[in-house]
Nanobody, 126 residues
């Protein structure tokens, strides 16, 4: 079964850090772009970050300098290290993939693709 499983969310105080994981099963991330979007109640969906199939990275302006996306092919997992968290980062975070995705196409995917998994809740208290 092909799955993406997000984990690593939790409750953290403003200024704290979390590391989210997106693990694939049933396929490998080879040749795939992988990215994260977030959805908060009452807010527009936001594409947060992605890594293209050839290793280029994108960050939304709202997280640039605070979040870092990385991949571990051996573990078939993509991570989102989130530092200096703010209350406005509170949301459910989902990962999505696109085969042979470039940054421009992956940004579109971040806003259009349905999530496969349940996401992981990140709550940042002030």
């Amino acid at each position: 079964e092909v799955q993406l499983v997000e984990s690593g969310g939790g409750l953290v105080q403003a200024g704290g850090s979390l590391r989210l994981s997106c693990a694939a099963s049933g396929f490998t991330f080879d040749d795939y772009a992988v990215g994260w979007f977030r959805q908060a109640p009452g807010k527009e969906r936001e594409g947060v970050s992605c890594i293209s199939s050839d290793g280029h990275k994108y960050y939304a302006d709202s997280v640039k300098g605070r979040f870092t996306i990385s991949s571990d092919n051996a573990k078939n997992t993509v991570y989102l290290q989130m530092n200096s968290l703010k209350p406005e980062d509170t949301a459910v975070y989902y990962c999505v993939v696109e085969k042979f995705g470039s940054i421009p196409t992956m940004i579109r995917t971040l806003y259009e693709e349905d999530a496969w998994g349940q996401g992981t809740q990140v709550t940042v208290s002030s």
